[in-house]
């Protein structure tokens, strides 16, 4: 009974280790384009203190990031950037409608200087 208990303790850590390890690799799904795509946009904005991009990590999962949702496949979704104080502009070029998958955009609340792209048309 008691090289039972011994083997159990020094099998269970193990068994552990090995679920979270695939448990990590399972929650990166984050696709490299998306992630590209969206720093490019925040790139291209302009914000004066600290807020939901701040928090965007190049080397974190981007579906895991404030303002982001993805689907299963990892395909960005959703972009919440409301009340973000974000100011400059958005034109047809932007790297938003690179994000082929997007099916809610809240940009509400925000200061942008430039006409309604007409790239939303298409959307």
Not at 16 to 29: A, E, K, M, R
Not at 53 to 73: A, I, Q, R
Not at 95 to 101: D, I, P, R, V
């Amino acid at each position: 009974m008691r090289t039972e208990l011994v083997s159990a303790l020094v099998v269970m850590p193990l068994f552990w280790l090995c679920l979270c390890n695939n448990l990590f690799v399972v929650s990166g799904l984050c696709h490299d384009d998306q992630r590209s795509l969206l720093l490019q946009l925040k790139n291209n904005l302009t914000f004066d203190y600290e807020n939901r991009l701040d928090s965007w990590n190049p080397s974190k999962d981007c579906c895991g990031w404030m303002g982001v949702s993805c689907d299963k496949k990892g395909h960005v979704t959703a972009l919440d950037l409301s009340g973000e104080s974000i100011t400059g502009a958005i034109d047809d070029s932007s790297s938003l409608f690179g994000l082929q998958h997007l099916q809610k955009l809240n940009l509400a609340h925000n200061n942008f200087n430039s006409v309604i792209p007409s790239a939303f048309k298409r959307c």
